[in-house]
């Protein structure tokens, strides 16, 4: 298997943030992955990702989705294994 | 909310004829039905359930009846055009424009782009530290995040709907100037020592590179924004609009005159203080509003609570605790409280 992989959803924990960690956390369910889902609420990490519209995504460290929620499809070509 | 809904069938993007050439057809149908909804509704009322005509059951359902239709289907055409303008938009973009700008013609454009970009409230802390770390001024920021939750398409869609076009343009009009004014006067202020210290230490990372969208990808915002704001507003709207069509058919005229008339000075600053602690949408309200005020409320106290309602909510507020100090929190809603009386007056005297 590859190398630790991660897929962070950021958001202060509104409605629309829970939806995206709930794509995020179907898709990896689902597809059964072998990657971390963290679900990340800290103000420092969305601006160490320069998030300013929440909820966001980022995978491997890197800043993916910004302001909106994710369509499951959305998620697995994010992810590489469409 | 738990356990796991069955996933959404992804929207397929198509750019073939026939899809734009059956949302054309649709669009047309939708506004036949709409330029027939009076005769509809008074068909519904009198033919169908044969109700005495005037009767005060009669009226409240021929109310009913036509209000439903009418601001679903003006709500979901404005809300589909505003997301997709939206798509044009970012708080990345705004920001961009937005750093380094002088006072005042900084403010008037960070309004403007409050309306045009996406927010959501629980955004707020984030995009004010992306906007002043990033040497955007503290008064354009505030600018910014007023206008954002203070000026929205759902009730500039009721009120145009419910009291015409020249209201809904002076409350565009007027949440602008305020969104303006009160920026100016917070940035005048100089209160940059009362924005919590760690925040001017924050090093914001770079972001997300912004590609171009097609128009196809637009479209599908616009049909996503549909999908979350008529969703969630759409059942708001419609109990709204029956507790409207109970009091416009069974509450006297000129009850309400007496203690919301325009006559009563204290009408307004009461109306504003009740907004704060509430936290809903212009949706469930304004629809009441508009009843209440066939019987005698004015208007410019009746838009004072609405505006109050949505742009000094307490929520955010203790959002905004996190990087704004009680004093800065206290101007801010000292400003925008005052900005938003000048107004209920404004529209009491004129109107």
């Known amino acids: ?82 | 909310m738990t356990g796991l809904a069955p996933a959404v069938p992804d929207t397929v993007i198509e750019s073939g004829r026939f899809r734009w050439l059956a949302a054309a057809g649709a669009v047309v149908a939708l506004a036949l039905v709409y330029s027939q909804l009076q005769h509809i509704a008074s068909f519904v009322t009198y033919d169908l359930l044969r109700l005495e005509t005037g009767s005060r059951l009669a009226l409240a359902i021929e109310f009913f009846v036509y209000e439903v239709p009418k601001v679903l289907l003006l709500l979901t055409g404005v809300v589909f055009a505003v997301g997709v303008l939206r798509s044009f938009f970012s708080p990345a973009r705004a920001r961009h424009l937005l750093a380094g700008r002088r006072e005042f013609s900084g403010n008037m454009l960070a309004a403007v782009f409050g309306i045009a970009t996406p927010f959501c409230s629980c955004s707020a802390v984030p995009l004010f530290i992306g906007f002043v770390t990033a040497g955007v001024p503290l008064g354009v920021t505030f600018s910014f995040l007023i206008s954002a939750p203070m000026v929205n398409e759902v009730a500039l869609v009721l009120l145009f709907g419910l009291f015409g076009w020249k209201v809904a343009a002076l409350y565009l009009g007027t949440g602008l100037a305020i969104a303006i004014a009160a920026g100016w006067v917070i940035g005048r202020l100089r209160l940059e020592a009362h924005v919590e210290p760690w925040v001017w230490k924050i090093q914001s990372g770079e972001g997300m590179p912004e590609g171009a969208k097609s128009w196809a990808e637009r479209v599908v915002e616009g049909r996503a924004s549909v999908r979350e704001i008529v969703g969630k507003v759409w059942l708001y709207v419609v109990i709204g609009i029956a507790v409207g069509a109970g009091i416009h058919g069974y509450v006297p005229t000129g009850l309400l005159a007496s203690f919301m008339g325009r006559d009563v000075w204290w009408a307004v600053p009461v109306a504003v203080l009740l907004g704060v602690p509430m936290y809903s949408n212009a949706a469930g309200i304004l629809p009441i509003v508009q009843a209440l005020l066939g019987k005698g409320a004015a208007l410019g106290t009746a838009l004072a609570f609405m505006m109050s309602v949505i742009a000094l909510s307490l929520p955010e507020m203790i959002i905004l605790r996190k990087v704004l100090r009680p004093r800065l929190i206290a101007t801010f809603v000292l400003v925008v409280a005052t900005g938003i009386l000048i107004v209920g007056y404004l529209f009491n005297a004129v109107l």
């Open chain 1, 1 to 82: 298997m590859s190398a630790h992989r991660k897929i962070e959803v950021l958001g202060p924990g509104c409605s629309r943030c829970k939806e995206a960690l709930r794509v995020v956390q179907h898709v990896v369910d689902q597809g059964r992955l072998d990657i971390e889902v963290i679900k990340d609420e800290s103000i420092e990490r969305m601006m160490a990702l320069g998030l300013m519209a929440t909820p966001g995504v980022a995978i491997d460290g890197k800043l993916v989705v910004s302001g909106r929620i994710p369509k499951a499809e959305e998620v697995r070509t994010l992810l590489g294994i469409a």
